[in-house]
């Protein structure tokens, strides 16, 4: 069901999503140069982007490159091949890696030894060092490698997605007499990237020494009586976006547990070495993984920066990282005798903000249910909930305790899939009834539904979220989540669960929007509203808050209502395909991004309607595959005082932010939003207010001076 619409402006009003995806990778990158950001969180900034930019390659790039072998005709929205996005591509992301790692040579390292945390390079080991690195590599190191020379009868190993290796140039002959003069060696994944020295040989607090440093070091060890003339960290990312022909599959869990295997092998789409590595080393492995130089990274330190993510916590300097924040409860809850949800629920709505305010009503909530003897079924949608989920657990204690249980359990959940997959089947191991969705479209909505028996009937209690059932990631993304015993909503998640079971047409809801059904035709219909009472001469507003915009029927729709003289504000975190301030076309609309200590992940829709004033949450963005291929909910708060709520801390302290704004010009370009005034920072207010204050001083992110 594809009901889309085609774009009705010229391609030059609309961006490229591609290059908008670099562009919010710059954005975070600019976190690892704020001084106001402590030191060790401005280095996750960095692993950050380094994470952000391999899942970029495994699926963006990966896409591009299948699109140009196919000889995909069709043109991008903006107008352009695959071959040109290619292209612009390939130099942005050159520009942006180099970047990244002058951030880390020039800045963060050196600031990082002045604290006492030196990342000590093999040239300048004394002898005690490396003695015991020595002793490390013998020890920890040397047991689990496999050197494999390249000859006829060794050929060119199939290497993992993304792991660390090592090209060695050799001189001389072995014990057999053979001497190809090149071996591969792949670090195992179970080793650290990162080593940290005795306190009293590092001759600093802290010492650390890169796993690379160690194996060019020792590498000879492996390859006795021969020369190495040199050693070269690479390492190369893979195509990891899985195919799975719905129409020929009839298990969909057996077909992934297949293919899942396959994703560690998939097509070379990037290849990353260190700057020192030999042309005629770069040129061999360009030529075994079918790439062009264009796909070539030479990088000046670690090839995978991903894996100094857990430095920060390993080192005692909560002085060098955000202040520790401990969630708070909303007041209800905490007034409320232990156990007694139920019947707070039935006194009013809740909503929930996280991280500001805890995910343990969420867990406690459902842990009540699988405990308690009323409690006749819970359905349960499940997207991203991690490889060890206390939800999880409740679902199959409830299952075992003899309750109805249903999960839909979103198999296709990309890097998700193995973990959901495990899950899956120990709830049906309990007895739970577990089913994979509507073929074709990816169950993304967060919906939790409890069915308690109360009084000789059974009444509905529902959970609808705007972000996954992940108590860790609840912790570091934003996100809204209501909790509520209205019956009419919960008539509505029936009826979703309904469909998503079993077979029948979809029925009308009363209160939700329902993708692939609803929700566009309901937004673009909001929005047409806003142009039409600002042509009439009343007061017209839109704002959204999101991930993603890049719908072209959403977009014209939001370009005809700034003509109309609708005031449209766009809170996108990551990449928008509008241009705002458009002459005659988009002057009315703006659009910012905030990047702070929390990822943003609330979509929030605002209309102003005359008066009304609908709000909606959702977990739909702005875009094709939400409104038309995947399964998504967006639902109103239909207590006054929390959309007043959700107004003030979901919106309009995101759009006086003057700390960790950024906004979006006509060309495209971000800049940084310059404090006027008293500085904001809706994060860090966020903090002092909802999350009522249990943190030590906050460090907001301002512009550079």
């Not at 690892?32 to 899942?55: W, Y």
């Not at 991004?593 to 102003?608: C, D, K, M, W």
Request: net charge positive.
């Amino acid at each position: 069901m594809n009901m889309s619409v085609s774009p009705s402006f010229s391609a030059g009003h609309y961006l490229n999503r591609e290059l908008g995806l670099l562009a919010f990778n710059r954005r975070v990158m600019a976190a690892a140069q704020d001084s106001a950001v402590p030191l060790l969180e401005r280095l996750r900034f960095l692993c950050i982007v380094s994470s952000n930019m391999d899942e970029f390659f495994e699926i963006r790039v990966a896409g591009l490159k299948e699109q140009i072998r196919a000889r995909a005709a069709r043109l991008t929205t903006d107008g352009r091949t695959p071959q040109e996005v290619f292209r612009l591509v390939s130099l942005e992301a050159h520009t942006l890696v180099e970047r990244q790692y002058r951030i880390f040579n020039d800045e963060v390292l050196p600031q990082l030894a002045a604290e006492g945390m030196h990342f000590i390079r093999r040239a300048a080991w004394n002898e005690a060092q490396r003695g015991w690195i020595r002793d490390y590599f013998d020890r920890e190191v040397m047991p689990v490698l496999t050197p494999i020379g390249l000859d006829p009868s060794h050929p060119f190993p199939r290497l993992l997605n993304k792991s660390l290796n090592f090209a060695v140039e050799l001189e001389g002959r072995d014990a057999f007499g053979r001497s190809s003069g090149i071996a591969i060696v792949q670090a195992p994944r179970l080793l650290p990237r990162v080593v940290r020295l005795p306190p009293e040989l590092a001759g600093a607090p802290c010492g650390f020494v890169f796993l690379s440093s160690i194996l060019h070091e020792f590498v000879g060890e492996l390859f006795s009586g021969m020369r190495v003339r040199g050693c070269y960290q690479f390492r190369v990312t893979r195509n990891s976006d899985l195919f799975v022909d719905e129409e020929e599959i009839t298990n969909l869990r057996t077909k992934l547990q297949g293919e899942l295997p396959h994703r560690h092998f998939g097509d070379a789409v990037r290849l990353e070495v260190a700057n020192n590595c030999s042309q005629p080393i770069i040129d061999f492995l360009l030529s075994q993984f079918g790439l062009r130089e264009e796909d070539l990274y030479r990088v000046d330190g670690p090839v995978n920066l991903v894996r100094l993510m857990q430095a920060p916590d390993s080192v005692a300097r909560p002085d060098l990282l955000f202040a520790p924040h401990t969630p708070s409860l909303p007041e209800r809850l905490e007034r409320a005798p232990e156990g007694n949800i139920f019947s707070l629920l039935r006194q009013g709505d809740m909503l929930l903000h996280h991280p500001y305010q805890s995910f343990a009503p969420v867990i406690d909530l459902l842990r009540a249910a699988a405990e308690d003897p009323a409690v006749a079924a819970i359905k349960m949608t499940i997207y991203r909930t991690g490889a060890d989920s206390v939800l999880m657990q409740s679902l199959i204690r409830a299952a075992q305790n003899g309750k109805e249980v249903t999960v839909v359990v979103e198999l296709m959940a990309r890097f998700d899939e193995e973990a959901n997959i495990g899950w899956a089947t120990r709830l049906e191991e309990a007895g739970a009834h577990v089913v994979y969705g509507v073929v074709g479209y990816k169950v993304h909505a967060k919906a939790l539904l409890i069915v308690r028996r109360e009084d000789g009937m059974l009444r509905r209690y529902a959970h609808l979220g705007t972000g996954n059932y992940h108590p860790r990631t609840a912790r570091l993304y934003c996100d809204f989540g209501l909790l509520t015993a209205n019956e009419e909503i919960g008539q509505d998640v029936s009826e979703v669960f309904k469909q998503l079971t079993g077979l029948g047409k979809a029925r009308t809801l009363r209160h939700l929007w329902q993708a692939p059904f609803t929700i566009h035709a309901n937004v673009i219909a909001a929005i047409r509203a806003e142009a039409e009472w600002a042509r009439q001469g009343k007061k017209a507003r839109i704002i959204a808050k999101m991930n993603a915009l890049l719908d072209p029927g959403i977009i014209d729709a939001l370009y005809d209502a700034s003509r109309a003289g609708v005031r449209i504000d766009l809170i996108v975190r990551g990449v928008c395909g509008l241009r705002p301030g458009v002459a005659g076309v988009s002057e009315n609309i703006r659009v910012r991004s905030i990047i702070g200590r929390f990822l943003e992940h609330h979509r929030v829709f605002y209309f102003l309607a005359n008066g009304e004033e609908k709000l909606y949450l959702s977990s739909a963005d702005w875009m094709e595959r939400n409104f038309f291929r995947r399964i998504e909910l967006a639902f109103p708060l239909l207590d006054t005082q929390l959309k007043k709520r959700v107004m003030r801390e979901g919106l309009r302290a995101y759009l006086t932010d003057n700390q960790q704004a950024w906004e979006m010009s006509a060309d495209g370009d971000y800049s940084r939003r310059i404090s006027r005034g008293k500085p904001r920072s809706a994060q860090a207010e966020l903090l002092a207010t909802v999350g009522g204050g249990k943190t030590a001083a906050t460090s907001s992110i301002r512009p550079p001076a």
